[in-house]
């Protein structure tokens, strides 16, 4: 059995289990999101939708997005989440600048690019909350595209892009997934674009991340030996610092 055909059984079977009738995927013009949209399809063909949820997005992203639905008829439901981010963000900063001043943060962030990251990270979990109210309308899951290598250094928003009920990518590094995507068929132009979670326009994952997809493979594959001391270092404090994403919340342990 392919690959792509153990994963769209096993994605069968979870659906199955929870007494759901379909996916929905968010499209992104990624190749993660494209790869588990395909894999929805072959799970449940005619019971998948694929949402394009842009918010101030990079116009591109939804062209490659609307090419990943075209190739393989996928059908799709476009949202637009901008008046809605807008709006929420005027709400929340009027309300912060209410604080007294000793609780308001600082207008200069020590580092610009974690400063970006309050803001960013609503538009995951704003997508997130219409997924599942299109999961919820159907009885469908909302199937998640996240991938080894971004999972384990927590390279995803919790509850957006990491609030899902699957994860068939999971145990594939990117690199796994550019060949699962060759298998599938997806266009060339989305596997070899340049990763980005679409944060802010401009972004890029290994920017952002602070070293390539490679380097971060060599650690998940031979370990700490297998790459310099520095990016070892970097790649272990990430882990360190992600572990309460991938936990359940903490609760005590005393009664």
């Keep these: 059995m392919s690959k792509a055909n153990q994963l769209a059984a096993w994605m069968r079977a979870q659906l199955h289990a929870a007494g759901g009738r379909g996916f929905v995927v968010g499209l992104s013009g990624g190749i993660d999101s494209a790869v588990v949209a395909r894999l929805a399809q072959l799970a449940a063909p005619d019971h998948v939708i694929a949402a394009i949820l842009p918010c101030h997005s990079d116009p591109r992203d939804e062209q490659d997005a609307k090419l990943v639905a075209d190739q393989f008829a996928m059908r799709t439901i476009r949202i637009d989440l901008a008046r809605s981010y807008d709006a929420l963000v005027a709400e929340a900063q009027a309300s912060i600048a209410n604080l007294p001043a000793d609780l308001r943060p ?5 580092d610009p690019l974690r400063g970006r990251v309050p803001l960013a990270n609503i538009k995951p979990r704003l997508r997130m909350t219409m997924l599942y109210y299109l999961a919820n309308t ?12 971004e999972l384990a250094i927590g390279y995803f928003t919790k509850y957006g892009d990491g609030g899902v009920d699957l994860l068939p990518l999971a145990h594939l590094v990117k690199r796994a997934v550019r060949a699962l995507a060759v298998d599938l068929g997806i266009p060339a132009q989305i596997i070899e674009r340049t990763p980005s979670a679409g944060l802010w326009l401009g972004q890029t994952d290994e920017e952002e991340m602070g070293f390539t997809y490679a380097d971060l493979e060599r650690y998940l594959g031979d370990g700490a030996p297998g790459v310099p001391p520095a990016l070892a270092m970097k790649v272990e404090r990430l882990i360190r610092g992600s572990e309460h994403k991938r936990q359940l919340p903490a609760v005590p342990d005393f009664e």
């Design 106 to 110: 600082g207008t200069e962030p020590l």
């Design 138 to 149: 159907f009885n469908y899951l909302v199937a998640g595209t996240g991938n080894r290598s």
